[in-house]
């Protein structure tokens, strides 16, 4: 079984340019996460997504990202304008149905603003 | 005060022997508790998962729940080099998000 494909998987950019990740969920999984992972802390969700609708996103901030999923498969995660605070992993995982199901991981995206 | 609390180490051990990692909540209404570990440049990936209070044995690793001391627990039995990883754990309600800790760096010398 393939898992979670991620990419870039690294990418540098300098504050207040834009940048996009991509996700590609493990086939069949109806549930996505965009987490942000900065160095030496855990994991914090940025948003969920049931098929192709939002679940949670309480904790995007809107002013700058932006996420969605069409078609209820893949995933992009974009900031515009990126600012220095915005470096970390962005990790996209996947669950079959809901939360409570195992999520699998993808190895994230190494964001880098300079 | 943050929702979840976890040493972040490192915590360095000789191979074999018995790894303790532990994690304290606030919230009451956690009810379900994972252990995540992270290897690195990977992203995580689940060791144990847990539903309301007790134990959980999976070979080497115990996975323990104490909601009344809002406390959780992992056991590494016979320590070996290839678990010298992050652990983190993470925890949700029902309100289906998860909180993680901030993760315990963990080496076992060979």
């Known amino acids: 079984e393939a898992g979670v494909a991620q990419s870039p998987r690294y990418k540098i950019i300098e504050k207040r340019q834009s940048v996009a990740f991509w996700c590609n969920p493990i086939s069949g999984h109806a549930t996505l996460y965009w987490y942000q992972q900065i160095l030496g802390q855990g994991p914090k969700l940025l948003i969920q997504f049931q098929n192709n609708g939002v679940v949670d996103d309480s904790q995007l901030p809107k002013d700058r990202f932006s996420a969605e999923r069409l078609k209820g498969v893949d995933s992009t995660l974009k900031i515009q304008p990126a600012k220095l605070e915005d470096s970390a992993v962005y990790l996209c995982?996947?669950?079959?149905?809901?939360?409570?199901?195992?999520?699998?991981f993808g190895p994230g995206t190494r964001l880098t603003v300079l | 005060q943050k929702e979840v609390e976890q040493d972040p180490g490192p915590l360095s051990v000789p191979e074999g022997a018995i790894v303790s990692l532990n994690c304290t909540y606030s919230?009451?209404?956690?009810?379900?508790f994972m252990w995540y570990r992270q290897y690195s440049r990977k992203g995580p990936e689940l060791l144990m998962y847990t539903y309301s209070s007790g134990n959980k044995e999976d070979g080497r690793f115990t996975a323990q729940v104490d909601k009344s001391s809002k406390y959780i627990s992992l056991f590494i039995r016979d320590s070996q080099p290839s678990d010298s990883a992050t652990y983190l754990c993470?925890?949700?309600?029902?309100?289906?998000?998860?909180?993680f800790g901030t993760g315990t760096s963990l080496t076992v010398i060979p």
């Open positions: 919230n009451s209404a956690f009810q379900y």
């Open positions: 995982a996947s669950s079959f149905y809901g939360t409570h199901n195992e999520q699998f």
């Open positions: 993470a925890m949700s309600a029902t309100d289906n998000q998860f909180y």
